[in-house]
């Protein structure tokens, strides 16, 4: 995410969401408040609770916000292929 860009909060109630932060710092959106996250970082939201995520820095300074954020539903079965508790 480029400094000061937001991707839609909103619940999904079917489904659960996973985010995990790559690079640089930004804050994810969970049930009622903005959580601040950095590289290594991940949040779980589960079904119907309200999230999204911000880069809030603004500026030539600031540093882009590398997070990856889907829903568990949606992961290809591939992924889970032949790996044993999933």
């Known amino acids: 995410m480029l400094p000061g860009e937001t991707l839609g909060v909103r619940p999904r109630e079917q489904s659960e969401a996973v ?8 804050q994810v959106y969970l049930h009622d408040r903005w959580v601040d996250l950095g ?22 300074l600031a540093s882009r916000f590398v997070v990856f954020g889907g829903s568990v539903a949606e992961t290809p079965s591939y992924l889970a292929d032949g790996l044993p508790g999933l």
């Open 39 to 60: 590289p290594g970082d991940g949040v779980f939201a589960p079904p119907g609770v309200r999230h999204g995520a911000r880069n809030p820095h603004a500026g030539h």
């Open 19 to 26: 985010y995990f932060v790559f690079e640089g710092e930004g």
